[in-house]
C-alpha cells in the first residue's frame, strides 16, 4: 500500500464534520504552527518539505512564498484556487466535498504564515454545491475558535470567505482568477508585476492550489524533512491523481511519487487496467494540456527505463518524447479511440475558453479547432497537418497567459506522436467517419534510442 | 414587473458585499449576479443586470462586460430545467456522444434549443471537472453522474413529474 | 545639476540607448527611431494600462541586464517590460520575432474582412501599414470569417465591428476622457466584440470623438466624414480655435479640400498616437474655417499615401498639344454622344434608380 498523507483519514465516516475531523487529529497542525512557531519558521519548513505547487505549474510553494512583499500597513492576501477546470482534473474536488477541513486548515496555517488576515477561496462556479459544503465547515471552525479573531488566543486574526466563480477555465490562471474575484472579467494580467508584489486590489497576494493548501497540514504535523522522504528526487510528497478515461476504476488517487506509470494503469490498488480486455493506446498524464504519449513512450522512456509518476519521470525526453506532471488529470484512451478526435475536443475546448485579449490565443484557437474539425470529418488536406503544427507554433509562447501554451501543446503533441493517424484521416476519408484508426503500432516497442552526446 | 430582490436576498446581497474590504463592492458582482439569475427567471435580462449595477453602485457596461463573459450567466431565458452535457475530451472518450445523441432524440430538440412545453433546453458544455464520473451533465446546482440511457430516461421522468 | 539620476544603459539591436528607469523596451526604441521600433497596435502612450494585448511589439531580451545577464525565456511585449541596466534587446536583429510578428499579423488578419476599399480609415490604417511591411501577401485561412452588423453608436460615430482588432484603445479611452463609459468589450474569446449591449449612444460626454482617433483600423470611423472623401485627396493643415471646453486643447488637424473641411481630427505624431485630445465640439461642429486659425501645411510623413501628388510642388501639367500644332486646338474627331446608345448627357444617371439599363436611354436621340 502506498503511504497516505492527504487521503489517510478519507475513509473515517463523518470525517466531513468538525468533531470527527478534530477527534481524528484535525487541527493538531495548525495549533502546532499557531502556538509554538513563528511564520518564517512555517515557511521554512514549507521550503523543507520541496513542496511543489499542485495546481499544474509544479512551482516550489515556499519559493513562492517568500517571494510575498511585505510592505507596512498594506494588506496582505492569500487566495486559494478552486477553480478546477482542466480537462481530466477533479481531485480538489474530492477533497472539497469529503475533507473541507483538511482545506479550511491548511489555509488558516498558511495565513498565518503570509500573514494574511481575509483569504478567499475562489472555487469554480459549476461546483454549485461545494460552497454550502465549505461555509458550513468554515462556521464550525469559526464555532472552535480557529477562524475570527484572536484564533486560539494567539492574536491572530483569519477569515476565510468563499467566492464562486459562474464558468470559465481562464479563471485558474492566477491573474485572471484575481480579476474575477474584483468583480471583473477573467482577462488575465500582464506580468510583471506579479501577485506577490501587485495582486489582489493591488496588495501582495499567494495564490495557491486546494491541494498545495490542504499538503501543508502534514507538512506542519510531521515536518518539512520527514515529507520530504516520501517521493522520490525533486518530486517529494504525495500527489492526488485524478485518472479518467478508459479506466477500470476511475477516481482520485492519493499517491506517494514513487511508482511507476504502468503500476498505476495496470495495479488493482489504483485504477485496476483498461475495460474490457482492450489495449492501452495513448494517455495524458498532467490535465488536457501537457502532451499526449503514445502507450510505448508512457510506459517507458526513450532511453528504455520505466517511466515513473514523478514530474522528473514524466518530464523525461521533454516535449521530443516526454510530457508533465501538470494537475494530475491522467486520462487514457484505449485502442477505439481516435486521437484526431479527442485533440479536436481539446482545440474546441480552448477555444471556448480563451479569453480573446491577446491576439494568437484569441484567433489561433479557433483556426486550429476549424482544421482539426475538418481533418476529423474527413474533408482534410496533407497541407492542414503542416498548417496546424504552424499555427500552435505561432500561439506558444507568444501570448499574455499560459492558456496559449496549453492550447498549443496538446495539438503538437498529437502531431508529434500521431502522424500517421492524421494522415490516414486525409488519405481515408470516407474510412475516417466510420471507423477509427486503432491502436496500430502505438503500443509497440521503440528501439531504445542511443544517447545523444 | 420591476425587478427587485425580496428583503431576504437584499440581505443576502449586503452579507456578500461584507466579505470584501471597504469600497471593494464590485467583488460582489459575480455572486450577485447567480444570485439574479435563480431569482429572476433562470436568465440575466438587461433590466435585471442594470438593477445589480445599481445595488452595487456600478456602471452597468461593467455588468454587461462581466456577465458575457462567464458561459453560466443565461442572457436569453431558457427551459425551466437546463441539461449541460459536458463533451470535452474524458467525457467524449467515456461516450458523452452517445448521451448527447439520445438526449436530442429522447427530447426531440437540438443543442441549444428548449422544448415547445418551455421544460428542458439542452447544452453541451466544456469540462464540468467530474471526468471520472463520466459522462456527465450539470442539472441545476447539481451533477448527475455516470449518465446512461436508461439513467436519463429516470432524470427526465422525474422531472416531469415534479413540473406536473 | 543638483541630483543626475542615473541612466540605465540599453542596446537595441545593437544601438546603444540611455533612458530613464521605469522605460519601457518600446519607448526606448522610440528614443532611437527607425526601423528598430516595433510597430505597436494596442499600445498607447497616451492611455494608461494600454497595451501587451495584440503582440506585434514582441521583442526578444537576449541579455536581461549586467546584474542578471540570462536571456528572458520567452518574447516579451515590449510596450509593457520596462528596461533593465545593461539589457540587450533584439527586435530587426532576430529572425526568431520577425517570425513572430509575421504570425501576430496572419492572426490579426485572420478575422478583419480587408475591405480597404471602402473603408475610410485606408490611407491611415495602422492595420494596412502593419500586414504591408510585416505581413505575407495570401491568407491561410479558408474559414468563413466572423461579422457583424454595422452599427451607429451615436450620432457621430460608426462602429464596424468586423474590422476591430480589440485592442481596447476605445475601452481605456472612454474611461480615462469621459467619466461615463457605455460602451466596453462583451463576449469571450473571438466572440468578443466592442459594445454598448443595449444599442446606447455614446454622444453623452463631450471627449467621446477621441476613440476614433485612437482606434488603429476602420472599426469606429466619423460619421460626419465617412465616405465623404478618400484621406489622401485632402490635405490636412494645422489649426486651432479658442475651445471652451478646459480640457480640449483646441489644436486639430483639418482635412480640408479647397474651402471645404471634411473632417478635424486631433494632432497624430509619428507614431499614430494623438498629440492632445480635443472635444467633441471641435471634432463633430466646427466644420466652417472660419471657425478656425489656420497654421498651414501639416506635414506628413513621405512615405504616407497623404503625402502623394497634391499640394506640395503639384504644377498642373502643361497643354502641348496645342504647341505643337503651332496654336492650332485638338478637334474632337468624333463625337461619343452622336452615336452611343447609352452616353447620353441628357440622362441624369444619378436619378435612375438602380443600376441603369438599356431601355433607361432613348434609342437613337429620342426616335423611341
Known amino acids: 500500500m502506498g503511504r497516505k498523507l492527504l ?32 511564520p518564517d519558521q512555517v515557511t521554512e519548513e514549507v521550503k523543507k518539505s520541496g513542496l511543489r505547487g499542485r495546481g499544474g505549474a509544479g512551482f516550489p510553494t515556499g519559493l513562492k512564498w517568500s517571494f510575498l512583499a511585505k510592505p507596512e500597513g498594506v494588506p496582505r492576501y492569500l487566495v486559494c484556487n478552486a477553480d478546477e477546470s482542466e480537462p481530466g482534473t477533479f481531485k480538489d474536488r474530492y477533497l472539497m466535498e469529503f475533507i473541507p477541513h483538511l482545506l479550511i486548515e491548511g489555509l488558516l496555517i498558511s495565513s498565518f504564515a503570509l500573514g494574511a488576515n481575509r483569504t478567499y477561496i475562489y472555487i469554480r462556479g459549476e461546483y454549485a454545491w461545494i460552497p454550502d459544503i465549505l461555509e458550513e465547515a468554515i462556521a464550525d471552525a469559526h464555532k472552535n475558535g480557529w477562524l475570527g479573531k484572536n484564533i486560539q488566543g494567539t492574536g491572530f486574526d483569519l477569515d476565510i470567505y468563499v467566492q464562486r466563480g459562474a464558468g470559465a477555465y481562464i479563471c485558474g490562471e492566477e491573474t485572471a482568477l484575481i480579476e474575477s474575484l474584483e468583480g471583473k472579467r477573467g482577462n488575465p494580467r500582464i506580468k510583471p508585476p506579479f501577485p506577490a508584489v501587485k495582486g489582489l486590489w493591488q ?48 477516481g482520485v488517487y492519493e499517491i506517494d511519487m514513487s511508482i511507476s506509470v504502468e503500476e498505476f494503469i495496470y495495479s488493482d490498488e489504483y485504477c485496476g487496467g483498461i475495460p474490457n480486455g482492450k489495449r492501452l493506446k495513448a494517455c495524458i498524464p498532467g490535465g488536457s494540456s501537457v502532451p499526449i504519449l503514445p502507450a510505448n513512450l508512457l510506459l517507458k522512456t526513450a532511453k528504455g527505463e520505466t517511466r515513473m509518476m514523478t514530474y ?103 502531431i508529434r506522436h500521431f502522424r500517421d493517424e492524421f494522415e490516414w484521416h486525409v488519405t481515408n476519408p470516407e474510412e475516417a467517419v466510420k471507423r477509427n484508426f486503432g491502436l496500430a503500432h502505438y503500443a509497440d516497442p521503440l528501439p531504445v534510442v542511443a544517447a545523444v552526446v | ?147 446512461t440511457k436508461e439513467k436519463v430516461d429516470q432524470i427526465i421522468a422525474e422531472l416531469r413529474a415534479q413540473a406536473n | 545639476m543638483a541630483e543626475e539620476k542615473k541612466l540605465f544603459k540599453v542596446k537595441i539591436d545593437n544601438i546603444p540607448v540611455e533612458v530613464e528607469p521605469g522605460t519601457t523596451i518600446l519607448n526606448a526604441a522610440r528614443l532611437i527611431g527607425g526601423d528598430v521600433v516595433p510597430p505597436a497596435m494596442c499600445y498607447y502612450s497616451k492611455l494608461q494600462g494600454s497595451g ?71 490611407g491611415e490604417c495602422d492595420l494596412q501599414d502593419l500586414s504591408y511591411e510585416h505581413g505575407v501577401s495570401a491568407t491561410r485561412y479558408e474559414f468563413k470569417r466572423r461579422t457583424f452588423e454595422k452599427e451607429d453608436i451615436g450620432e457621430h460615430i460608426k462602429l464596424h465591428m468586423t474590422r476591430c482588432i480589440l485592442c481596447y484603445r476605445c475601452v481605456f479611452t472612454a474611461d480615462q476622457l469621459t467619466n461615463n463609459r457605455q460602451h466596453g468589450i462583451l463576449g469571450r474569446g473571438d466572440h468578443s466584440e466592442i459594445s454598448t449591449y443595449i444599442k446606447a449612444s455614446l454622444d453623452q ?119 505643337v500644332m503651332d496654336g492650332r486646338q485638338p478637334k474632337l474627331l468624333m463625337d461619343i454622344h452622336s452615336v452611343s446608345e447609352v452616353n447620353q448627357p441628357a440622362v441624369d444617371l444619378s436619378k435612375i434608380e438602380g443600376p441603369a439599363h438599356s431601355n433607361d436611354f432613348p434609342k437613337n436621340n429620342g426616335a423611341q
Open chain 3, 52 to 122: 501587451g494585448k495584440c503582440r506585434t511589439c514582441l521583442v526578444k531580451v537576449s541579455k536581461g541586464s549586467d546584474a542578471d545577464p540570462r536571456p528572458m525565456p520567452k518574447l516579451v511585449a515590449s510596450c509593457r517590460t520596462t528596461v533593465m541596466d545593461g539589457m540587450e534587446v533584439a527586435n530587426i536583429t532576430s529572425p526568431e520575432v520577425l517570425e513572430a510578428r509575421k504570425g501576430v499579423v496572419e492572426f490579426l488578419l485572420l478575422n478583419h474582412p480587408l475591405d480597404c476599399p471602402v473603408c475610410d480609415q485606408a
Open chain 1, 203 to 250: 496588495s501582495p497576494t499567494v495564490v495557491n492550489n486546494v491541494e498545495t493548501l490542504a499538503a501543508v497540514v502534514p507538512i506542519i504535523n510531521i515536518g518539512g524533512d520527514e515529507y520530504s522522504k516520501f517521493g522520490t528526487g525533486k518530486s517529494t510528497g504525495t500527489k492526488l491523481i485524478s485518472a479518467c478515461g478508459n479506466l477500470n476504476k476511475p
Open chain 1, 7 to 38: 487521503l489517510d483519514k478519507a475513509h473515517i465516516e463523518g470525517i466531513r464534520y468538525y468533531d470527527v475531523y478534530r477527534k481524528n487529529g484535525g487541527y493538531a497542525a495548525a495549533e502546532k504552527a499557531l502556538k509554538s512557531m513563528s
Open chain 1, 312 to 414: 522528473e519521470s514524466l518530464n523525461d525526453g521533454g516535449f521530443a518524447t516526454g510530457t508533465m506532471m501538470g494537475s494530475g488529470g491522467f486520462i487514457v484512451l484505449d485502442e477505439d479511440q481516435c486521437v484526431v478526435r479527442h485533440t479536436m475536443s481539446l482545440a474546441r475546448f480552448y477555444h471556448h475558453e480563451s479569453c480573446g485579449q491577446c491576439s494568437p490565443c484569441r484567433e489561433g484557437t479557433g483556426w486550429m479547432k476549424k482544421v482539426l474539425l475538418n481533418i476529423e470529418n474527413g474533408k482534410g488536406k496533407m497541407s492542414d497537418i503542416d498548417l496546424l503544427w504552424d499555427i500552435q507554433r505561432k500561439i506558444e509562447g507568444n501570448t499574455i497567459c499560459p492558456l496559449g501554451d496549453a492550447a498549443a501543446w496538446p495539438v503538437a503533441a498529437a
Open chain 3, 205 to 323: 460626454t463631450n471627449f467621446i470623438g477621441n476613440v476614433i482617433d485612437v482606434c488603429p483600423v476602420g472599426a469606429l470611423t466619423d460619421r460626419t466624414a465617412r465616405f465623404k472623401n478618400r484621406v489622401w485627396f485632402l490635405k490636412p493643415v494645422d489649426a486651432h480655435r479658442e475651445c471652451h471646453d478646459p480640457n480640449c486643447c483646441g489644436k486639430t488637424v483639418l482635412w480640408m479640400r479647397g474651402d471645404e473641411i471634411f473632417r478635424v481630427t486631433a494632432r497624430k505624431d509619428k507614431y499614430g498616437e494623438v498629440e492632445a485630445f480635443i472635444c467633441d465640439t471641435c471634432r463633430f461642429e466646427k466644420k466652417d474655417v472660419k471657425d478656425w486659425v489656420v497654421e498651414g501645411p501639416r506635414k506628413v510623413a513621405r512615405y504616407s499615401v497623404i503625402s502623394q501628388g497634391h499640394y506640395v510642388g503639384v504644377h498642373k501639367p502643361h497643354e502641348t498639344v496645342a504647341k
Open chain 2, 1 to 147: 414587473m420591476a425587478v427587485q430582490f425580496s428583503e431576504e436576498k437584499l440581505n443576502k446581497v449586503k452579507e456578500i458585499i461584507a466579505r470584501y474590504p471597504e469600497g471593494k463592492q464590485k467583488s460582489a458582482l459575480i455572486p450577485v449576479l447567480h444570485l439574479a439569475q435563480e431569482s429572476f427567471g433562470g436568465w440575466l435580462s438587461s433590466e435585471t443586470m442594470d438593477y445589480v449595477a445599481s445595488l452595487l453602485q456600478i456602471t452597468p457596461i461593467e455588468v454587461y462586460e462581466v456577465a458575457t463573459f462567464y458561459s453560466m450567466y443565461n442572457l436569453k431565458p431558457v427551459g425551466k430545467y437546463l441539461f449541460e452535457v459536458c463533451h470535452t475530451g474524458p467525457c467524449m472518450v467515456s461516450g458523452s456522444d452517445n448521451i448527447i445523441a439520445y438526449i436530442k432524440e429522447k427530447l426531440g430538440i437540438d443543442v441549444g434549443e428548449t422544448t415547445p412545453d418551455g421544460l428542458f433546453t439542452l447544452k453541451t458544455v466544456e469540462c464540468l471537472g467530474a471526468c471520472g464520473y463520466a459522462p456527465m451533465m450539470q442539472l441545476g446546482k447539481f451533477y448527475k453522474e455516470h449518465l
